[in-house]
């Protein structure tokens, strides 16, 4: 079944008949829950999204294991007892910062701005005004898609990249809420070029740094206290593109309400580095965002699934964290 219409410009979701199917009513159930809690005032949800995001934590078990496993590798000299209260807070942070990504596909963009701050706004706005190609290197936060959505709500065209969810129907609905002001949404298993020519086009790139894609075109570079297979495509992206690159850093504070963006100048010296150096300045760039703020990061994910040859995958590892 197709959820979605293809071409050879960008993904649009499509709604399907078949997600009336009882198989779906469970997503719908939870589709349902999150538009009601978005609802709500941010300062009445929060306490409870928080409280509920701690236990959802202590309860998904191979999910909480990653995470621990990810900050054992990359967090080191942090004890036990610290790390576990940095996934605890993580758990926390992240059904707050997508509740509030449901509000604004639901809701008013301008009420969303105003518990919006900006740090380094003047950065992006002087690019536009040179009507520069931009592709925002983004880290992989809770809150990731806000900041584009909202730009977007602003008339500047946005594209991204994504992968699909497994859930049809939840993909469909996230999607849309992507594209709610426009933007295109380009399916990584449709390759990058669609990606490019939006780019060239003047649509502003949202391009996520640090998923792990295998070692075949990797570089094995420094990530916090350990290394990563490091994919150093945005060389390659800034001079096809012809594009400035500019770090920016969603972080969602669940005790103010309030969502900081942090942009950083435009990355410089990357036209002639090689890929070692490209690859190990995308993890500069990710480290000096999540360091201060490192629950807003999303540790659940396989970072460091592919090693050197002859060291085993961390989380097939299992005298670490043992599955209980």
């Not at 809701?107 to 950065?123: C, L, M, N, P």
């Not at 939006?198 to 075949?216: F, I, K, T």
Request: net charge positive.
């Amino acid at each position: 079944m197709e959820n979605n219409k293809k071409s050879q410009v960008e993904f649009i979701p499509i709604f399907q008949k078949a997600f009336l199917h009882p198989k779906y009513w469970g997503a719908w159930l939870g589709l349902g829950a999150m538009a009601g809690i978005a609802m709500l005032p941010a300062r009445v949800r929060d306490p409870f999204l928080g409280r509920v995001g701690r236990l959802a934590g202590k309860l998904a078990k191979s999910a909480r294991r990653r995470a621990q496993i990810n900050l054992f590798y990359c967090l080191p000299e942090l004890p036990e007892s610290q790390r576990e209260q940095i996934i605890d807070q993580m758990f926390a942070t992240a059904p707050q910062a997508m509740v509030m990504m449901a509000e604004l596909g639901m809701g008013s963009a301008e009420k969303i701005r105003q518990r919006v701050d900006w740090h380094g706004r003047e950065i992006i706005d002087q690019l536009r005004d040179e009507q520069q190609n931009v592709i925002f290197l983004v880290p992989h936060g809770w809150g990731v898609d806000i900041p584009a959505m909202l730009l977007a709500s602003e008339g500047q065209k946005m594209a991204a990249m994504f992968h699909n969810q497994r859930n049809q129907l939840i993909d469909y609905a996230w999607n849309a809420v992507r594209r709610r002001f426009g933007g295109r949404m380009h399916a990584r298993n449709d390759g990058i070029k669609p990606f490019i020519a939006s780019v060239r086009q003047g649509y502003w790139g949202y391009y996520l740094p640090d998923q792990d894609h295998g070692a075949e075109h990797s570089e094995f570079v420094d990530f916090f206290a350990t290394y990563k297979a490091t994919l150093p495509a945005i060389g390659r992206l800034m001079k096809v593109c012809r594009a400035k690159v500019v770090p920016l850093f969603p972080v969602y504070n669940g005790d103010t309400h309030r969502l900081e963006v942090y942009i950083r100048p435009p990355m410089e010296g990357l036209l002639d580095a090689d890929d070692n150096t490209l690859a190990r300045r995308m993890n500069e760039e990710v480290e000096v965002f999540v360091r201060p703020h490192p629950e807003q990061y999303t540790w659940i994910l396989k970072l460091l699934k592919t090693r050197k040859e002859g060291e085993v995958e961390p989380y097939e590892r299992a005298e670490l964290f043992p599955r209980k």
